[in-house]
């Protein structure tokens, strides 16, 4: 059961699965969907965004699962009518967090979220209430 009701979820999960565990890149992906189909079934909007490359993989091969994730939560979206938000459009190139969106190469800086913010704004907008 859902207790609040948000009119809008954003939904973005999967970088600790692979920066800190060995989760398989389909069960994070069939985590998502479960959270954001949930989401749609109690009338709240799931936007489900892309997993966030960064900057300096360690090796661990975490930017190659990200792009498998997204793909995976891309296709997935589509098929279901849920809106599936590409932030790496925004911050990334080459599959690879642009460092000058970062401090450390995995957390955004304060130039990164003023991006994020007008991305996600003409999301939120329609749904405040008129002044």
């Known amino acids: 059961m859902i207790v609040l009701k948000p009119r809008i979820v954003f939904v973005m999960i999967g970088l600790n699965d692979f920066l800190w565990e060995e989760i398989p890149v389909e069960l994070v992906a069939t985590h998502i969907q479960f959270i954001a189909a ?3 079934a109690n009338s ?8 966030l490359y960064v900057s300096n993989d ?6 190659s699962r990200i792009k498998v994730l997204n793909d995976l ?14 932030l790496n459009n925004e911050f990334s190139m080459n599959d690879e967090l642009l460092s000058r969106f ?19 704004k003409e999301y939120v907008q ?3 209430p008129d002044p």
Not at 44 to 50: A, D, E, F, K, T
Not at 102 to 114: E, Q
């Open 44 to 51: 709240i909007v799931p936007i489900v965004q892309s997993t």
């Open 126 to 128: 329609p749904l405040s």
């Open 58 to 63: 360690t090796g661990k091969g975490v930017n």
């Open 73 to 86: 939560l891309r296709s997935w979206c589509a098929e279901n009518a849920i809106t599936y938000l590409d």
């Open 38 to 40: 949930r989401l749609a």
């Open 102 to 120: 970062s401090y450390d190469g995995v957390h955004l800086n304060r130039d990164a979220y003023v991006i994020w913010r007008g991305v996600i």
